[in-house]
Nanobody, 122 residues
Framework: QVQPVESGGGLVQAGDSLRLSCVTS????????MGWFRQAPGKEREFVAS????????YYAESVKGRFTISRDNARNTVYLQMNSLKPDDTAVYYC???????????????WGQGTQVNVAS
């Protein structure tokens, strides 16, 4: 069974940095695009960032562009999300997403992680 597993969430102050990690097992990791979505209380799940299977192409939501960086290590079956200059509006549960192609739509995701909580205090 495919189950991405996230780690790295926590409570930080505004302006701080945090790095999320997601490890996947059970399939050929390098065949899949990877992404991060987030969901704040009372809001719909939204796209954050995605990366192509080889890592050459990345795409970001406007709200995080210039602050967040997605990367992957196919040898370790791991995708990362480096989050800098965090804001209180970044507070959410962050989900790792695995898909056949890069997607900004939750409906395009094949496998979801269980989520990791990120809280940014002002």
């Amino acid at each position: 069974q495919v189950q991405p597993v996230e780690s790295g969430g926590g409570l930080v102050q505004a302006g701080d940095s945090l790095r999320l990690s997601c490890v996947t097992s059970g399939l050929r990791f390098s065949n899949y695009a990877m992404g991060w979505f987030r969901q704040a209380p009372g809001k719909e799940r939204e796209f954050v960032a995605s990366i192509s299977w080889g890592g050459a192409t990345t795409y970001y939501a406007e709200s995080v562009k210039g602050r967040f960086t997605i990367s992957r290590d196919n040898a370790r079956n791991t995708v990362y999300l480096q989050m800098n200059s965090l804001k209180p509006d970044d507070t959410a549960v962050y989900y790792c997403a695995q898909s056949r192609v890069m997607t900004v739509e939750p409906t395009g995701v094949l496998y979801w992680g269980q989520g990791t909580q990120v809280n940014v205090a002002s």
